[in-house]
């Protein structure tokens, strides 16, 4: 049907027309009636409404997971801490209340004005807090000017606690307000202003599940703020507690041993990239920034050339210097190239016209003593023969360059260079007497402390790669840990393929390192009994031209390395010391032997610890016994008068007969028979056999376990030193 | 055709119309301005203003393009907008926000809500159909095909979810086949089949999601739920009767103010403005409202032709079906059901539609007497 055919000039017809009309009046009079209602009729109630509609939403904070380390000790704490927040009423100028409020409060009146400014668009029920961990006086001030200030409200909660001296600081992190350039990125959607967040370590990387959910109380104030009504309450959740890898004795060990030197030093199982220590210098004190931080506290911290809030272990991307050697060590040896090497050390070696110097003049150097010795100009060439491509196949594949994922924010990915590195950045070719110095851990060569713990834990382990952890996943919610893993860049887990022959040959010339020996690197940090294999590494900060033109001073010294693993053979424990401007190499040694120390002493006398072990045999023990009973044939001439007898049976855990294994009778016995002739084999009854039975249960049950494993492992572990300890993980 | 293009000029533009509008719109602004000036909202009038000047503009523009051509292309466009009230329910090209997929992202262009558009389509479509039919009684399988042709994007709009703009549609309809030629027996049967499928949808539960259900039972008692579904409705009643008669004065209004009022600039503005200028104020808005309809009315009646008719008294069915349920909603007649008011509510879209319905009204007034 077309348009064209319908008939121009029709109407509608005016009747209809004027029903919509009435219709549309009568909607409005209902309307307006509806007004008349509410505002002639209604109006002094809802006006009264209005003045008494405070609602005021009460925050109940819900406190934070605490931190244990490892064996369950507690790390970082709670305390309970009042807090004030101002409520701004509908109907009152709160601006001509806050010189009172800044004066009784001790608050900075120009930052109390900033403090609201900050919170204008958020509706006008919202609590602002003002004030954190409010002291008695203070208290007592707002109670006795509740008539007078009515917006003040405080809040019981919990605040963080934690350890003194900046202890495991940069791994733990801080907690803070949660600033406005934080509300504007999409992983702070759900905060609001005013949430104390984590900044930095495990509490910012796992802030979700630490910080649990802060619940509320709506209720309805009158005039003077008290409460005459009551809406509804949202109980807070608590925020779950965390386990960390870390072990508290170890921590405290490598602080002590790090002492105010700046560095890092970080420990891991490289079983299964646990870490059990990590300390970075200098430190800061996260109990400042629990509590609003001071401007002034806060700009000294970030002004600090030395750079307190940085995680050096994670974040300090310098030369690994000589620690490279032993990654250069296995490159040349699966690759064939560094057995047959036969090298006169003259003191250096300079093929490209500049003479590359040796720390020492080592004669004839092999594989097996470039280690040791650590020998530069072995290693000159060594990567001369390899190439800087070869070099960094392998160096890119432990992980040089590349972040290890560690469940810490921030972590730095260093750098290992390669002839596309350098033409992508710099537009140039690579000069084949670069590749000398990246041969000793210099040049653009950069790698973290952590970066080093798990290439050199994973070379001593055969080649098994870990992921470096603080935080056991296992104790995570699931979808959190998901989210998380997926997350976090790096490499993960991987297994490299390297010869056996050449991993030993490797850890057998890093045990030489702290052996003492002429030559020998680290002699001075032999651990007697200790089966400690290392590596040093002396980094220059400047090149030895440039140390010429300067003034030498502290910052021209050059920073020093050491990383070790714990036994040489299938090792437990991997350290990396990094001592800025240290100088000699063998002091970080020294650092590191003290942690290792620790460690081995800690796992010895847990070993050595005769404390009865707990363990209920839930199998039942199988028992042997002899007994006797009376001969029914005594009466017989030539028969004796009693039979000795002997049975096997099953005593459960609790002393108590148990059922065999295959569901046998409890007892089973043999008659033997003392006499010449046998007769029959009667089958003794269970509780016939009881009296000898107690008997041999109560020496079986209570002692057996204990005993045979207490020698099993006095025997394993002879009191003489020297062997590599075997350790059970706890 | 060709001769209607006779004579035409802005002397036979509705002034009158325009003048009440540009009252409302003035209204408007000052509202938006008095009710954000606290809020993260602030300077929203002057975005209003820039609605408004587009809207008029494009209101001048709809008005020189003859209606007729408009009707003539309406199954295409009717037809191109349902394919995209389609495409908006898949997931990958429909864009989700506040948990309604509502928009096609068009790249630098913005969003585009294909359901807004649908609500002038429809009134022309509706207007085409039935003009079509004469006007004289009405089939079953006429009212059938008439039902189909609201009905089938009603409930693709209903997916989105989007109660409110899906409801907006229905009083087109309704005006459709009253003016259409529908009679008493068939009126009453359809309301009371009506009847039997609301009451039917909400205790099956399937047809409303639990939040536009939630909104229904806090309306009927927001005492229960003060600080849910209720709250809305309980604090701008409250703030509609705190105006009393002269209303407390502009910037003066504390539950306005005090952001008691949840988005007191666009849906609630009625509640803002009431408790800011008082039953005078309100009763004054509603005037104007009723003077516009009123207007509208008699231009239907003096439109050249039936469709010219049947258009305009559409417009007057979507805009007099908003006034009351917005209005409706802010004094506690009727649940929340995020219908804006139009020319008082910010949102370009809502302003938009308004105008351009306006400039096919002052288009079909504009040729009145073109036969």
């Known amino acids: 049907m077309s348009f064209d055919k319908v008939t121009r000039g029709e109407k509608l017809p005016a009747l209809k027309l004027a029903v919509v009309q009435y219709a549309i009046l009568a909607l409005i009079l209902a309307l307006s009636a509806g007004l008349w209602r509410l505002q002639i009729l209604g109006a002094q109630n809802f006006r009264m409404l209005a003045e008494q509609n405070r609602i005021r939403k009460v925050p109940i904070l819900a406190p934070r997971g605490k931190l244990f380390d490892r064996e369950n000790r507690l790390v970082v704490d709670n305390y309970p801490s009042v807090s004030c927040f101002l409520v701004r009423e509908q109907n009152r100028k709160v601006d001509e209340d806050l010189p009172m409020i800044a004066h009784g409060l001790h608050l900075n009146l120009d930052q109390l004005k900033a403090t609201l400014h900050k919170y204008r668009l958020s509706p006008g029920y919202q609590p602002i807090p003002i004030k954190e961990d409010v002291t008695a006086d203070e208290q007592a001030f707002i109670e006795a000017h509740r008539n007078e200030l009515p917006e003040l409200e405080t809040i019981e909660g919990e605040r963080r606690l934690y350890p003194r001296d900046g202890y495991a600081s940069h791994l733990i992190g801080y907690v803070g307000e949660v600033s406005e350039e934080d509300l504007n990125q999409t992983r702070y959607a759900a905060y609001e202003p005013g949430d104390v967040v984590g900044k930095g370590g495990v509490e910012e990387m796992y802030d979700q599940v630490l910080r649990g959910q802060d619940g509320s109380r709506d209720v309805i104030v009158d005039s003077h703020g008290r409460e005459v009504g009551f809406l509804g309450i949202q109980h807070a959740v608590p925020g779950q507690d965390l386990k960390l890898t870390i072990d508290n004795d170890l921590q405290k060990a490598a602080e002590l041993a790090l002492g105010d030197r700046n560095g890092a030093i970080v420990a891991m199982d490289p079983r299964n990239g646990e870490i059990l220590a990590m300390v970075s210098r200098p430190s800061f004190d996260p109990n400042l920034f629990a509590v609003k931080i001071d401007r002034g506290e806060w700009n000294k911290l970030i002004t600090d050339p030395d750079h307190p809030l940085m995680n050096k272990a994670i974040q300090a991307q310098l030369a690994p210097g000589s620690t490279f050697k032993i990654l250069m060590s296995v490159a040349g040896l699966q690759e064939g190239v560094a057995q047959s090497m036969h090298v006169n050390c003259a003191g250096g070696w300079g093929p490209y016209g500049y003479f590359h110097h040796c720390d020492e003049k080592h004669g004839a150097v092999d594989i097996h003593n470039a280690i040791p010795f650590s020998c530069d100009t072995f290693y000159y060439q060594l990567g001369d023969k390899l190439g800087i491509d070869r070099i960094a196949k392998y160096a890119t594949a432990f992980g040089y360059g590349q972040k290890t994922g560690i469940d810490l924010p921030g972590e730095q990915a260093g750098l290992m260079p390669s002839q596309r590195w350098l033409m992508k950045n710099y537009h140039r070719r690579w000069y084949p007497d670069e590749t000398l110095d990246v041969s000793i851990g210099q040049g653009a060569v950069a790698a973290t402390p952590l970066q080093l713990v798990r290439i050199i834990g994973g070379i001593a382990s055969e080649g098994r790669m870990v992921r470096p952890h603080v935080v056991a996943p296992d104790q995570l919610p699931a979808e959190f840990r998901k989210d998380l893993y997926e997350n976090l860049p790096g490499t993960a887990d991987a297994q490299l393929p390297i010869d056996p022959d050449n991993w030993q040959t490797i850890t057998d010339g890093m045990a030489a390192v702290t052996q003492p020996g002429y030559f020998h690197t680290a002699g001075s940090a032999h651990l007697e009994g200790i089966d400690l294999a290392g590596k040093t590494g002396t980094a220059q900060v400047m090149s030895h031209e440039a140390l010429g033109k300067t003034n030498k001073g502290h910052h021209t010294l050059p920073n020093v390395w050491f990383v070790g693993v714990v036994p040489r053979r299938n090792p437990e424990l991997v350290i990396a010391v990094l001592w800025e401007h240290g100088e000699f190499s063998y002091y970080p040694a020294r650092l590191g032997a003290r942690i290792v120390a620790a460690y081995v002493e800690k796992q010895r006398r847990l070993q050595n610890n005769l404390m009865p072990v707990k363990t209920p045999n839930p199998k039942p023990v199988e028992v042997g016994a002899v007994w006797t009973t009376p001969n029914p044939a005594a009466s017989t001439p030539g028969e004796p008068e009693t039979k000795v007898q002997a049975g096997k049976f099953y005593v459960g855990a609790n002393g108590a007969l148990a059922g065999g294994p295959s569901g046998k009778p409890a007892v089973a016995s043999k008659t033997v028979s003392v006499a010449a002739s046998a007769p029959k084999n009667p089958v003794q009854s269970g509780s016939k056999s009881s009296p000898p039975l107690a008997i041999s249960t109560q020496i079986k049950s209570n002692k057996p376990g204990q005993q045979e494993s207490q020698s099993a492992r006095l025997g394993a572990q002879p009191a003489l030193p020297g062997k590599p300890t075997q350790v059970k993980s706890q | ?371």
Request: charged share 10%.
């Open chain 2, 1 to 371: 055709m060709s001769q209607m293009r006779r004579f035409m000029s802005f002397r036979d533009f509705d002034w009158t119309l325009f003048g009440l509008v540009a009252g409302l719109c003035v209204v408007s602004v000052l509202e938006i301005y008095s009710a954000t000036l606290h809020t993260k909202y602030v300077g929203f009038h002057t975005r209003q203003i820039y609605w408004i000047a587009g809207g008029t503009i494009a209101m001048f523009i709809l008005s020189r393009i003859d209606y007729h051509k408009l009707i003539d292309f309406v199954p295409w466009v009717y037809g191109f907008f349902l394919f995209a009230l389609m495409l908006v329910l898949i997931p990958g090209i429909g864009h989700k926000a506040l948990g309604a997929r509502r928009w096609i992202k068009l790249g630098p262009l913005g969003l585009f809500q294909p359901s807004e558009w649908m609500k002038l389509v429809m009134i022309l479509a509706v207007a085409r159909y039935f003009a079509n039919l004469g006007a004289r009684n009405l089939t079953w399988k006429e009212i059938g095909k008439g039902f189909a042709l609201v009905g089938v994007p009603m409930l693709l709009i209903l997916k989105q979810p989007d109660l409110g703009t899906s409801l907006t549609y229905m009083p087109v309809l309704i005006i459709g086949m009253f003016l259409g030629g529908i009679n008493l027996k068939q009126a009453s049967i359809l309301i009371a089949a009506g009847i039997v499928l609301v009451v039917g949808g909400w205790s099956s539960g399937k047809l409303l999601k639990p939040y536009q259900k939630a909104r229904l039972t806090g309306f009927i008692n927001p005492d229960n739920d003060p600080r849910g579904a209720g709250y809305q409705v309980l604090q701008a009643k409250i703030a509609v009767g705190a105006g009393g008669i002269w209303g407390k004065g502009a910037e003066k209004g504390t539950q306005t103010q005090g952001a008691f009022i949840p988005i007191p600039h666009a849906d609630f503005i009625f509640a803002a403005y009431s408790e800011e200028h008082g039953f005078v104020g309100a009763v004054f808005v509603l005037l104007l409202y009723f003077l516009i309809l009123m207007r509208l009315i008699q231009n239907a009646q003096t439109a050249a032709d039936l469709p010219g008719s049947l258009i305009i008294m559409g417009i007057v069915a979507v805009l007099t079906f908003q006034i009351a349920v917005n209005v409706g909603m802010v004094i506690g007649f009727m649940p929340v059901t995020g219908i804006p008011l139009p020319l008082m509510s910010y949102g370009g879209s809502s302003v938009l539609f308004t105008f351009l319905a306006l400039g096919v009204v002052m288009n079909i007034r504009m040729r009145r007497f073109v036969n």
